[in-house]
């Protein structure tokens, strides 16, 4: 989608440029549709390979199959889903690239990212229940993954506030940034603190896995896996994002045009017993001093 | 926005907005006479929560300080940005031409003064409630001082926010606390090293002594001092 050429108009008119609702091209329904089954195969695979080909580990058992989905859903949430927040957020800030395509792209990767915090907590938990004993302990990396799920549900009530579509896209891309600073604390904070939680298993800092063969393998899938189901959901959440906007609009202008017929057959009407050329010449005017009062 | 202004001028508005501030709350008392009684009845209400237990009260205390610095950080700034609520103050402060950078720090600055202000008594509240005492004042002052700045911007970025919303009284504390959770966290271990008070159940975490947390309360205060300075002006225009 093409960003907007003319920005300084935006600070008296709101950008409604490219608001219309376009069909995607042939081809972008086939990547989508490509994504969508690959998605789906990557994460039937994992599932297969992570429950019944890979062995159960010497000391924690079949828990570690957890590791096969632990881990790749926390880097989407942590890392892919807030990277595609916060650099869709700086395009829509700087002038030159702002476009509601940019919003929505933001608003949609949130929103799923979102979801995905959601399953990293759960998961850990479930897996820090037999582990350490525990459902919660406040490790600093639990801790930290809490509150930026709590700064991701503040990003979304603030998209809910009932506000017009320019300054929703303007708070919501200052707040995106602000929250995503957050992100490096996350990152950071398993070197601050002393902690209970594992230490990165394949994104050490020298990329040599500590864990072989098969269950590697399992494990490089599940996170390709994930990202697809990612990248898939946004491109469906951002199609849906974008019809909400039409339908918004189209709802805009059916009531526009609802109240203008409503005016001009209410002036239609008290003029019946009248000439009836009067009756149309002041049913055609109705609309158009509406329409300039209105817009 | 046209760029005519030059540097000294950002610092001239920020003094000017901030003395604005200023001198609002010292003919309305709003923060002397609502949010600092606010803050105290925040410690007795933990002193009444966790028991007279003074052992207790003196290990939670440096946390509790700063829950209630929190706490009242929030009142302050929704207090700030209420000021320019009604009659179009915010316009009237668009249109005046000011910097918004220069606006930013100059909020930024008041509410910083006030809850600088408000740090000091609830800080003596501490001492006398609780009964801790004070190993190193400076390391106290200090903690302070660099965690002050980095809530003041914080808040001034969220209170912009959210200002102009129909639910911001509910809407900011929801933005703002998990924000500044690293504040409550590097503030409360400063002060437990500056207090002298025992780690509680902290573990091991106080291998470093005071120094790390000051850096994280100095690397707050930098980045969302600079956030404020570099976006203000879009949310300005949100309004």
């Known amino acids: ?295 | 926005m046209p760029t005519m202004t030059t540097e000294p001028s950002v610092w001239r508005d920020a003094w000017v907005v901030s003395a604005k501030d200023l001198r609002i709350e010292m003919r309305s008392r709003v923060v002397m006479n609502q949010v600092l009684p606010f803050g105290l009845l925040v410690l007795v209400l933990f002193a009444l929560a966790l028991g007279p237990g003074r052992q207790t009260l003196i290990g939670a205390a440096p946390g509790l300080f700063w829950v209630a610095v929190l706490f009242s950080s929030v009142l302050a700034v929704q207090r700030s940005f209420s000021l320019e609520s009604s009659d179009g103050a915010r316009d009237g402060l668009r249109l005046a031409g000011l910097d918004p950078a220069g606006v930013f720090l100059g909020k930024a600055g008041a509410v910083a003064a006030q809850l600088g202000a408000l740090e000091v008594v609830l800080g003596a509240g501490v001492v006398v409630l609780y009964g801790a005492d004070v190993r190193s004042l400076l390391g106290l002052v200090a903690a302070c001082l660099v965690a002050t700045v980095g809530l003041a911007a914080a808040g001034t970025i969220y209170g912009a926010l959210a200002a102009g919303l129909r639910v911001r009284e509910t809407l900011l504390p929801f933005l703002l606390l998990p924000v500044v959770a690293p504040v409550l966290l590097a503030g409360t271990r400063a002060w437990q090293a500056a207090l002298g008070s025992p780690p509680g159940a902290a573990g091991g975490a106080s291998t470093g002594g005071g120094d790390p947390w000051m850096g994280v309360l100095v690397v707050f205060a930098l980045v969302y001092v600079s956030l404020g300075v570099l976006l203000y002006g879009y949310l300005e225009e949100a309004a």
């Open chain 1, 1 to 295: 989608m093409s960003g907007m050429p003319d920005v300084t108009a935006g600070e008296t008119q709101p950008a409604m440029g490219d608001r219309g609702l376009r069909p995607w091209s042939e081809r972008t329904v086939w990547v989508v549709r490509i994504l969508g089954i690959a998605s789906l195969v990557g994460v039937a695979a994992t599932v297969w390979l992570g429950l019944w080909v890979t062995p159960p580990d010497r000391v924690q058992g079949n828990l570690v199959r957890l590791v096969y989905v632990h881990p790749a859903v926390a880097w989407i949430a942590l890392y892919v889903a807030f990277g595609t927040v916060g650099v869709a957020s700086v395009l829509w800030l700087w002038p030159r690239t702002r476009s509601s395509f940019f919003d929505r792209l933001a608003a949609s990767a949130m929103e799923i990212g979102t979801v995905f915090t959601g399953l990293t907590l759960v998961t850990g938990s479930i897996w820090g229940k037999p582990t350490w004993g525990v459902w919660w302990a406040w490790d600093a990396r639990l801790t930290s993954t809490a509150l930026l799920f709590v700064l991701q549900l503040g990003y979304l009530a603030l998209r809910r506030v009932p506000s017009d579509p320019e300054s929703r896209a303007r708070r919501s891309a200052v707040a995106a940034l602000v929250a995503a600073l957050d992100v490096p604390i996350v990152h950071f904070s398993v070197l601050w603190w002393r902690t209970l939680h594992q230490k990165a298993t394949v994104l050490t800092p020298t990329l040599s896995p500590k864990i072989h063969g098969i269950m590697a393998w399992t494990l490089l899938l599940g996170f390709v896996a994930f990202t697809l189901v990612f990248f898939w959901m946004l491109a469906v959440r951002m199609r849906s994002a974008s019809i909400e906007d039409y339908l918004d609009d189209e709802g805009m202008d059916a009531a526009l045009e609802e109240r203008w017929a409503e005016g001009s057959s209410i002036a239609a009407e008290s003029e019946e017993p009248a000439a009836a050329p009067v009756g149309t010449l002041v049913g055609a005017g109705m609309p158009a001093t509406v329409k300039g009062g209105e817009l």
